[in-house]
């Protein structure tokens, strides 16, 4: 079966869960005519179903080679990127001034869903580049932005993102790359990373690599490390490729999945040194790289969207053609379509429940970053701003661990099917396992959320959201309509929940910061389990009021039924998973010390 | 790191939670010291780390070849076979009789759990032959078990368990395979299986299939299905062998995980038919295979376990190993093990808790089995037939699905490392995925549990079970340990969930099935944590009255108050699941239809 892009879904997520339709009558998107969003869609889905989806099981089975510093894109890859540049998809949200599109990152996003949902190694280069493109339009000098922008918003060159070294994870100030600043304003690095994503491929004629280094001299930790761009070929100043520079893949990873995307050790600065131009100031790495770190993390929780509702399109197909047994009340010879069998239908139920809600926090988090960027007024950026810092661990980390989930439980659908690779269940698990952990493992998505976003600005931006969320469980119960069962009760308990929840998390990180660590994972499962529960309710009160989805209503109501009554009612265990489970952990070193 | 299987942990899950020591003091292991155990644990482990586990990974890349109907396995795999035959592991339990050591099943499950933890594919070919001595010694005739009982007990030849076609998977009765009789009284079969595990291997001479057939005229359905022996090559009267026989594999899988276990795919009788032998009575093959099921969903279950506790160990050893950051409180240069981070923390207990509770529920299920069979008292052995049958979805499913969790944890816990093949913890993922699969799917489990065992003699092991985890309830709470921090209260709350959900559940079997159906997974869960929160809170009671354990009492305190604050507590969330969850999974249709 081929990917097509849930669009009805997307658009009702999109313009009402997230908000986009009343950012664009506010003005935040200037002239965009928000009925051009489903035209970027249905064509974005078209392109992923004709060209990246049939690659999707050739990229993983074929993976890449590696010879000699080389790198070799699976069978098809180099065609379909030439197809993706030509069609202008590298550049959808990308600067007008340097040859973008300047469409809303919101319906960037909606694309990116589409991309890793028809295939994921694939998309993931076009993230990568676009990183680079924030990172060098926010902090590159103009002759930076002239000479390398152009080529990488048009696709004729990829961008990488160059931070990790063995000992430097998700510590990255542990990093030891070093730059020496040359006469003529340059600089030269030498060092090695590890798991850089397409740090070598095949399919362009040059690779910008972003690359953290610490100047010598540096503070220690983060506050002495510097972002570098680092061509593989140097550019001359007309644009053509100059001398090939001291940076090469050094081997590639055996991975669990991706197989298809370069997973690449680099060597830096072997020979003579790379030639390295600084983006932003000396000792300034980690601000230029915040500046992208929401929009990258972000990109990572869309992926997990992507592979889930892929993985949920193929196991609700399968479902549907595949029979066993008979369901109740069904009699006669034969067998019915599993689907008819209620444990089958939960699963299903929860694969889309859990995809529909990583969706709108997803998409709600790209609205927020768009008008953080967009607003004319400097509070509304502000506080689009702390929006999105808020909902971003939320996005990266919830999308991606119900990815896996929803992956999962794809394969069981499948039953024996589910684990022979042909039957294409299994690559989504192989696939999505990355997710949870690069960009900022979940773990670090958590705490960030609890350490830094939670009580950021007094909670200004953190109780706004539960006041938005009260609303629409207070909107629900007000509907009074029966098809959404307890959903209005139990998403007002749910919100309330959070609320508590993360009042007593603060109060612990002054008192027993160890305590508020130990919560920090169930906690961030909970917010989004309230977030995406009342987005996707949301959803279902705005259907009612778009001539659009006038009829898809009740389907929409039960959706976010579903969703409240067999999801969003984990909230009173994770709860008391962070409150009454804290100690049990700061307890644990007698267990694991054994 | 190698293995060494965790022997304190599996003694006091044994000997205490399962029950074991009080069954041996009721005599129904006739005159088994209960001193031995620990030998054969020790013996176990030592054979596991050095040649099950170094073969792990080798198998795990190797695979296995397939041509021209012939297998070969993995390169070391023929040695570590006949290490294994030679000594003696093939024929822990089997009877005595016929060559077996005629241990108790309970300690034949610890076994299990160890070959699991170092090489599930490896430890997967015993367990089919285990199943294949178990029908022919139940069921087959005097003449056939002197034939082929002694071969299959020294492991000489191994046996396959041969139900699935292509449109019959958990429909057993949908199967197509002919078997007609012959003259001689024997029979010829015709037709095709797949997902045969070690349907064709170069590790023995000869291999006894189990094969299910339908006679001419059998009713339709399970009613109709016969049971047969169907040697690979046949064997004279004499135990030496004749002619090939016409069942020959014909492919095998390339599957996700377990890559060293030949999935095959069978023709069976292509050319002249293959010869059976009838194996208990004609049409009533389903009861022959009802003899074995327990006995086979706990050996998935137990699988489950060891592939979890191989995960726990190596993210164990990697969390102690790898450094990143500073913890809280910790000063100067420098990072920490990754272990004294407390999200770090709660993901090794959780990996730890589950675990162990899994454990504590396969052993209490193998012992239930044991005396089932041994017990002198036949009203005992029917009590402990009823509890081994309640407590038989439970051992599979739950014991597997948190080898899913855990593996995934795992994976986690090592970073970037953790999507690296080499690294060893994403096989895990990768094999543990068909547990949940094979051997009755976890929803068919569900559904079992509550669709047959709930009710069955009008619930009379549903409510011993309840009975006694309600007394191990009161007596943590009664025992006024503060180390237990709420876990009395807790598994008093969780045991009360269990009741209430299923008595609700029971009431809708009759009236709305549907909806007892819907619930039947989350029942499944929360049945589970109240059992094994229970189990292991019992274990952590008796540490205290066991000289063995007298200095690990603190730690299975620990490990039991992290299980009922941090994961027993989801009971609640289940229980609403399943009550007020169902009427939306029955109006799922409107969502998944469109």
Known sequence: MTY??????????LNHGAGFLAAVEAGHYNDYDAGFTAAVIEQASRFAGDVLDPLNRIGDQAGVKFSDGHVTCAPGWPDAYARWRED????????????????PLAVHAVCNEIWSAANVAFGLCPLLTSGAIEAVAAHGSDDLKKLFLPKLVSGEWTGTMQLTEPQAGSDVGALRTRAEKQADGSYRLHGSKIFITYGEQDLTPNI???????LPDAPAGTKGITLFLVPKFLVNADGSLGARNDIFASGIEHKLGMHASPTCTMSIGDKEGAVGYLIGEENNG????FTMMNQAR????IEGVGVADRAFQRALDYAQERRQGRAVGRKGDGSDPIIMHPDVKRNLMLMRGMTAAARSICYATAVAIDISHRAGDEKIRAKAHARAALLTPLAKAFSTDIANEVAAIGAQVHGGMGFIEEAGAAQYIRDARILTIYEGTNGIQAIDLVMRKLGADKGAAMNELLEELSAIAAKVEASNDPAFGSTGAILREVVNAAGRTGKWLLEKIGTAPNDALAGATPYLRLLSAATGGCLIASEALAARGDEMFQNDVARYIALARFF??????????????????ADAINHADIVLAH
């Open 208 to 214: 910008v690599h972003l690359v953290l280094a610490r």
């Open 4 to 13: 097509r892009a849930p669009i009805a879904d997307m658009l009702l997520s």
């Open 564 to 581: 409240a009554e067999n999801i969003a009612v984990q909230a009173s265990s994770l709860e008391r998973s962070v409150i009454d489970g």
């Open 286 to 289: 980690m601000a230029c790289m």
């Open 88 to 103: 202008g998809w590298n550049a959808v949200s990308a600067p007008e001034d340097f040859g973008g599109q300047g469409l």
């Open 298 to 301: 972000l990109n990572v929780g």
